[in-house]
């Protein structure tokens, strides 16, 4: 039976550490995901006002916005954020007042029914779809406080703080992404259930109400 070197041990405990890491982290970030916030509201909101395409583009948008947000907490950005209190006021005001908008659009809307597989005719459809992805997420600072104090949580003593960050952050956006293909998926059961003139018409504000909610809370919140 060969007996392992000090180093060795060492090795094979550092690396033991690293893997619970990894597995805590991912099984705590499925249950973030899981929970509906701004994001999801967003992709939700404009997959049934807009049609598949328009869903997948503000996923993509969202995503954009957290990969930013996942190398500004690695690059200590976010921290400074975090400590700057104006700056993250401003940054806050001015998200919740966009989410304050979105949620009185879906208000507005009277439920006309549209195929989710409706090509855009304009280009504004996929502007506004990504867009609205990325704006709701760099508008709230929320992600990055989230990132730069859940993050630390995770990293192993002795590794590389930024190279763990990124490699978190990485498993946590790819987690999403994941869920937002699950999402695109039943695109068709939404087509078929949103057909419903009344149903579009109470989703809409449901998630209008819920839009408002969140972005009331972030401008008053301190």
Known sequence: MWLLSPAAGERRCNLAGVLVSLGAFTVAAVLIVLLPGPDTLVVVRNLIRGGRRTGALTAAGVLTGLAVWVLAAALGLSALLRASHDGYLALRVAGGCYLVWLGVQSWRSRGAPASLDDTPKRPPRWRTGYAAGVTTDLLNPKVGVFFVTFLPGFIPAHRPVAATS??????????????????????????????????????DRATGTVLLAFGVRLIVEG
């Open 166 to 203: 990124l490699l978190l952050g990485a498993i946590f956006v790819v987690l999403t992404a994941a869920y937002f293909l699950l999402l695109l998926a039943a695109a068709g059961r939404v087509e078929r259930w949103m057909a419903d003139r009344a149903v579009r018409r109470r989703v």
